[in-house]
């Protein structure tokens, strides 16, 4: 007995007839395939063009009209064909996006509480003693409600450890 | 030469290469392929697909769809302007390129 899978490929009209092995080597192919393209814009188009390419290959095989092709010819198809090489979009939209530049984070070092003013303070250039007087004043003025966006910035701002790894990440990112 | 950097250096060339192939006349992936075949350049579909999709994002070349006798419809690529821009910068820099390894390796003229 032996299995007989009919698989249809881009532009082709006719599906081809695969043996096992054949189906299952085709299968990897392509699955590889879309993983080495996984950050290609153009991933679907490329992977129609290469089932185009095998299909064409595969329909000038000899009898290759109504037989079941073998695994190791689409093997040998598939080595034509080659490996997918995702190339290089010369160091630019390929990589993956640079981390945004941090506008606000909390900072560790030197910190009182969260570290939300030692970060205000690098984010800003203002020296650390007068973001924290500023804090102070407008908490008494709110009547407390500035410790409440106090603490809202705990939670909500990214935190480095200290000044130096807050300016690397900004120098990193454009 | 040693394979490995001889090999990075194809590499980083193809896109040089592929885009003098498509300058002579519209091609199609295969007839890229064939013409690459028996040189230093030679590659396959899976390495040539992904490159003409990037060259066309960057509006390096375009195709256009042509029906075939034999199969299905193919994929004709040409250079766009910016391709052929491109192409020229490319040709002028390599000859400065190979002028300078040479001159590179010659003693320098005593006076």
Redesign the interface.
Known sequence: MQTVIHVAL????TAFQLDEDGYVSLRRYFER?RAG?AR???RE??LR??E??I??KL?VLPHAGGRVIAGHEVDSVLG????????S?NGQARRPPPMRPWRFCRIEQDKWIGGVCTGLAARSGVRVDWVRTIFILATVFTGGMMALVYLALVFALPVFRTRDDYEDMCRLSP | MDAGKSGALRKGLLEFVVLAVVSSGRAY??DILQRLGDTEFA?????L???L??M??ERLLDYEWQESAS???R?YYRLTPNGRRQLAAFRTYWKSLTRLIDELGTPPCKP
């Open positions: 881009s532009g082709h009209a395939a393209l290609d814009p153009d188009e490329i063009d290469l185009q390419s299909g064409e329909a034509q064909v080659g490996t997918v090489d995702p190339g979009d | 992936a295969a590659t396959s579909e899976g390495t697909y992904p490159l999709s990037r066309r994002r199969g299905p419809p994929k």
